[in-house]
Each structure stands twice: as C-alpha cells, then as structure tokens.
C-alpha cells in the first residue's frame, strides 16, 4: 500500500491510497481519479511529510526574542491515534513476508510474483539496494499487534 498526498489546481489538498506507483499512475491517465472538494480531475502529487517531535535536551535553544513553536496536546494525540490506526490498518492488509522482505519486494516489483501489499524486516543496506533499483519502499517501525497502547 503507497499513499501519496495530491492536491488540484485549486490548491485543495488530499490524499490517495494505491497498491502500486503504477496504480496511482494508470487511475491518473484514466481520469480515475478526482479532488474530493471541487471533482476537478487535473491532479498532482505533492511533497508531504509528517515530522512532531518533542524537544529534547540536546536541542538547541531559541534565541532571544524567539517564538518557540509548539505542537498542540490534542495535536499530538490526534497522531498518535492516526498512527495506530494507520498500523492497525497495515498489519491487517499487508502480508508478513519477514526476513525475504527484500527478495520479495523485488520479485513483485519485477512481476515475477503477485503483485500485493507486503511487510517484513531488511537490513539498511537491503532498504538502499531496492530504492537504488527504483523499488519503492518505506521503513517503519517494527509493528505488531501487541505493540499499540
């Protein structure tokens, strides 16, 4: 599962959850895909990032005079309850491929086996490999059932 973030010439931004790169890329020439606000079916990808960190003591202090930015407690608890229910979510529609992660992606992503949502452990050096092959991948942390309180 790829989740791009998208946005319409109107600026109106969301997001579009695919099983492949590929996916996302025929839905688009196909017209398949439209702006939830305006139906507008001109639609980019945009950058997107999530970063809420905690300041820690080794982070430097602002300077004098200095707004100090801060997320929000119901911000914060907000994510925290999308992460669990985007791992929930994960765990229950990706199959475990465990340590032959890295094979398998690369099997899937040369159709030499069934294209599917997958998870598993690979070492830092398998993750590069697969981007440098145009694999498209992301790393989490280790996720199980038992891990979400």
């Not at 305006?38 to 300041?55: G, N």
């Not at 979510?89 to 890295?102: H, I, M, P, R, W």
């Amino acid at each position: 599962m790829i989740i791009f973030d998208l946005a319409c010439p109107h600026e109106h931004h969301f997001e579009g959850w695919f099983q492949s790169r590929e996916e996302f890329d025929g839905q688009l020439a196909q017209g398949l895909i439209a702006c939830p606000h305006c139906a507008s079916l001109e639609i980019r990808r945009v950058p997107s990032a999530v970063h809420l960190s905690r300041p820690t003591e080794a982070s430097p202090s602002p300077a004098a005079g200095q707004a100090v930015k801060s997320v929000p407690i119901d911000l914060r608890a907000g994510a925290l309850a999308a992460f669990r229910q985007l791992t929930e979510l994960l765990l229950a529609n990706c199959e475990d491929v465990g340590s032959d992660f890295a094979e398998e992606a690369r099997r899937i992503h040369y159709v030499e086996a069934p294209e599917r949502s997958i998870r598993g452990e690979a070492t830092a050096e398998e993750y590069e490999e697969l981007l440098e092959e145009g694999i498209e991948v992301f790393r989490l942390a280790r996720l199980k059932p038992g891990d979400l309180h």
